[in-house]
């Protein structure tokens, strides 16, 4: 058993990037036919293979756009980019846990962006 004392570097990452990342390692397990996928692995492949909805380079510019709004960090870019909100009311649980407020018109911004690419 590994036991993590400290996070020496952290990186976002969309479901798309994940999806990606993901392939990848399944496709060298494959190759290694004396190892099996471990449960962990194949829960986490069904879940992005059930959740990435854009394209890896779609998701990457969403982020971005997204990133130029005042009051998105990257840290809620890529919340926003992994749950695609569809409204104000689903948006709005994005912000619940900010300092600050999101006007109604903020989020319909937002939300006009997402719609370029969901």
Known sequence: MTIFKEIVEEE???????????ADI???????EDRELRYELARAIDHVNRFAVLETEDAK???????????????????????LPRD???????????????????LDEI????????
Not at 26 to 32: H, I, K, P, S, V
């Open 12 to 22: 976002y990452l969309t479901v798309s990037e994940t999806k990606d990342l993901l």
């Open 26 to 32: 399944e496709g060298e397990r494959a190759l290694d």
């Open 61 to 83: 510019a969403l982020v971005e756009d997204l990133q130029e709004f005042e009051k998105v960090n990257e840290a809620t870019a890529y919340k926003i980019a992994n749950l």
């Open 88 to 106: 104000r009311q689903e948006l709005r649980t994005v912000f619940a846990q900010q300092r600050y407020s999101v006007s109604g018109e903020e």
């Open 111 to 118: 939300l006009n962006v997402i719609a370029k690419y969901a």
